[in-house]
C-alpha cells in the first residue's frame, strides 16, 4: 500500500503540532507501508520526500491563493498513491482534487477548524474565505476524518452537521518519550540566562490569538519575585499581535525581572532542557484541538497548568498530571470574563509553585501517562488500519 501524506510543514521547516504530528506519524508508517511525503518549502533531501514553492506567477498573490497554488502541483505528484491523508487546511485541498483525479481514498487529519478560527481574517484578509472554502470542501468530501481527540471531533460535527458521524475516527497525537525525556543539564539554561536555582514558568509556542500568550503575560503580574517566566515564543501571525505581546513582555520587565524571551525557533533539545527544568509549564490556549505541547512537557516531568478547552482535559488530567483551568467562551474562542481568566491562571500556577513536592508528584505522574497512552507506533498502527478499511 502506497500512502502519500500532504502538509505544509515537514523537517526542518515545522512550526507548530501538524507538523510534529506528521513527522512522526510518516517516521512510524514507514515500518508498515510505502509512505512519500509531500510538503510546501525546499526541497528535503530525504528520500520519498518532495518540497513545493509556490509556483511562478503567484508569489505576489494573496497566500491563501498561493496555498492552492502548491496544492495543485502536490496532487499531480500523487499519481501511483492508494490513498492520500492531507493535514490542516493548506493541504486539504490537495488531498482532494488528489482523489477526483486519480481515483482514490482522501483521509483528512483535522488538526484545527477554520470556522473555530476567526482571527485568522486578520492574517489572511479575503484569503480567509477561501481557506474556509478549501477546507469545507474537503472535509465533506473525505473518505474519513480523523480528529486529534474527542473534543475536536465535537467540533468537526458541530461545523459541519453535513458529515456522517461514522466517518470521523479519534486517533490521538502521540509522543516519542525517548527523544522527549527529563534532561537535567543546564548549558541551555545558561546560554539563555535562565536561573536553574529560581523557580521557572516556562510557555512554549506561536504568538498567535489562538496560543493565549498575552493571557499569561497579565497573569505574571501577580508572580512571587522569586519565579522566573521564559518564554519560547515566536513566528507572530500579525504585526498587530507581535506589537500586543511585545508591549505586555516590555511592561512586565519594567515592573520585574526573570522575564526571559527567547523568539527564535529552538532545536528540539533545547526545548527539551528547558521544559525538564520547568516548575510550571503553562499552555493558556483558547483554541486547541489536541495541544500536542502539553504532552511534550509531560514527558519532561513538567507539571502543567492548560485551559480545560477543546481536547487538553483529555491529555491533561487535572489534579493528577497539572491544573486545569476553567474558562467560559465566546463563539470566537475568547474568554466570556477575561479578567476572571486571567485570575484562575494565576492562581493555578501560584499553587504549584508554592508546593513543589506536588508539582513533583504531578510531573512523574505525567510522564507516566504519556507513556502508558500515547506511543506513536499505537497511534500508526491504528491509521494503517483507517487506511486499509477504505481499500
Not at 513566528?235 to 508591549?247: L, S
Not at 502539553?294 to 485551559?307: D, G, K
Amino acid at each position: 500500500m502506497r500512502v502519500d501524506l500532504l502538509s505544509r510543514e515537514y523537517p526542518p521547516e515545522v512550526y507548530g503540532g501538524a507538523g510534529v504530528h506528521v513527522e512522526y506519524l510518516a517516521r512510524e508508517l514507514r515500518a508498515i507501508c510505502d509512505v512519500r511525503v509531500h510538503a510546501f518549502g525546499a526541497e528535503r533531501g530525504e528520500p520519498g520526500v518532495a518540497g513545493y514553492r509556490v509556483p511562478g506567477g503567484l508569489e505576489t498573490a494573496n497566500a491563501a491563493l498561493q496555498v492552492l497554488g502548491v496544492d495543485l502541483e502536490m496532487a499531480a505528484a500523487c499519481a501511483g498513491a492508494d490513498l492520500v491523508h492531507s493535514h490542516t487546511w493548506y493541504a486539504n485541498l490537495a488531498g482532494h482534487v488528489a482523489k477526483l483525479l486519480h481515483g482514490i481514498p482522501h483521509v483528512v487529519t483535522t488538526h484545527s477548524l477554520e470556522p473555530l478560527r476567526p482571527w485568522k481574517a486578520e492574517q489572511l484578509g479575503g484569503g480567509y474565505a477561501i481557506s474556509s472554502w478549501a477546507e469545507r470542501t474537503a472535509i465533506l468530501a473525505a473518505d474519513a476524518v480523523v480528529s486529534v481527540s474527542e473534543g475536536m471531533r465535537r467540533d468537526v460535527l458541530a461545523c459541519y452537521p453535513e458529515v456522517d458521524p461514522s466517518r470521523v475516527t479519534v486517533l490521538h497525537n502521540g509522543i516519542d518519550t525517548v527523544e522527549y525525556a527529563p534532561d537535567h543539564g543546564t548549558d541551555v539554561l545558561t546560554r539563555f540566562g535562565v536561573d536553574p536555582d529560581r523557580p521557572s514558568v516556562v510557555f512554549v509556542g506561536r504568538i498567535t490569538r489562538q496560543k493565549g500568550l498575552p493571557y499569561l503575560l497579565r497573569a505574571a503580574r501577580s508572580f512571587d519575585p522569586a519565579v522566573q517566566l521564559v518564554l519560547c515564543a515566536g513566528a507572530p501571525d500579525t504585526p498587530e499581535i507581535a506589537a500586543e505581546v511585545k508591549e505586555l513582555v516590555d511592561g512586565l520587565r519594567r515592573e520585574r525581572d526573570g522575564v526571559i524571551w527567547i523568539a527564535q525557533m529552538l532545536p528540539r533539545p533545547e526545548v527539551v532542557q528547558l521544559l525538564s527544568h520547568a516548575a510550571v509549564f503553562v499552555c493558556p490556549s483558547i483554541y486547541e484541538p489536541m495541544g500536542i505541547v502539553n504532552l511534550e512537557a509531560m514527558a519532561c516531568e513538567a507539571p502543567v497548568v492548560a485551559t480545560a478547552t477543546g481536547g487538553i482535559p483529555e491529555v491533561v488530567a487535572d489534579g493528577e498530571t497539572g491544573l486545569l483551568v476553567p474558562v467560559e467562551q465566546l463563539a470566537d474562542g475568547t474568554p466570556v470574563d477575561p479578567g476572571r481568566f486571567v485570575a484562575d491562571l494565576a492562581e493555578r500556577i501560584t499553587a504549584l509553585i508554592a508546593d513543589p513536592s506536588r508539582a513533583t508528584t504531578m510531573g512523574l505522574a505525567g510522564r507516566q501517562r504519556t507513556v502508558d497512552h500515547f506511543s506513536w507506533p499505537r497511534i500508526a498502527a491504528r491509521t494503517r488500519d483507517l487506511y486499509g478499511s477504505l481499500l
